[in-house]
């Protein structure tokens, strides 16, 4: 069935340094990648996304990654801040205006 | 420009009573997505509604939830007769009509967090 997944559950950062988080994707008819950031008590913040059609797409201090062949995405957090502590989560979809499948999400940590 | 709206912001309910929450989408938003976010987890698609119409219910469970997203007014998830096992945070998220190739930006709202005692 459809799964999104993540490697790892926490990651833990030094200030300045960057971050990387991963996730794995099963449905090969996804065509359109999401990266969302959830802070304690709110809803999800959208991040980047990217479409299956791209590889690489960059925003302000991140980049997505996108590996259709072996099915990965990847999140990389440039000059990781405090303010970028929070929960990560990868989502998916197939198509226009479809649901988003979801992974379990990681806690991204960031020491002062 | 509003964001997505949801109220209430907390909800407390015996088991057995209703549940309704709400969802006024971003202006302009035609598409209304309903998600729910059990502790520690990602969120799990419910519903996806268009104006008077239900495009996907996949995720709905077959008894006691129902959504709806009427012409006038906002989208409303009810649950009835709630049970412990209800208890989480309910997200909407909104979306605007797209063309053809568009991506599907979706728009989260703060979410519903509803307590069943």
């Known amino acids: 069935g459809e799964s999104v997944g993540l490697h790892l559950p926490t990651l833990s950062v030094q200030e300045g340094d960057n971050s990387i988080i991963n996730c794995a994707y099963s449905n090969s008819a996804s065509d359109y990648f999401i990266w969302y950031k959830q802070e304690s008590g709110k809803g999800p913040q959208f991040i980047i996304d990217i479409r299956s059609n791209m590889d690489k797409r960059q925003g302000q201090r991140v980049t997505v990654l996108l590996n259709k062949t072996v099915k990965h995405l990847s999140l990389q957090i440039a000059a990781t801040q405090p303010g970028d502590s929070a929960v990560y989560f990868c989502a998916e979809a197939a198509g226009a205006n479809s649901k988003l499948t979801f992974g379990k999400g990681i806690t991204l940590s960031v020491r002062p | 420009n509003a964001g997505v709206m949801q109220n209430p912001r907390h909800l407390v309910r015996r088991r057995g009573q209703e549940a309704r929450l709400r969802c006024s989408p971003m202006k302009g938003h035609s598409h209304v997505y309903w998600y729910r976010q059990l502790p520690e987890e990602g969120l799990k698609f419910m519903v996806y509604?268009?104006?008077?119409?239900?495009?996907?219910e996949s995720g709905m469970p077959k008894e006691r939830f129902s959504a709806e997203f009427p012409k006038e007014g906002p989208s409303i998830l009810r649950i009835q007769q709630v049970v412990r096992g209800d208890s989480a945070a309910y997200f909407c998220?909104?979306?605007?009509?797209?063309?053809?190739?568009?991506?599907?930006?979706?728009?989260f709202g703060p979410g519903t967090r509803l307590t069943v005692l």
């Open positions: 998220a909104s979306s605007p009509k797209l063309l053809a190739g568009g991506v599907n930006e979706q728009f």
């Open positions: 509604l268009q104006k008077e119409n239900i495009i996907d």
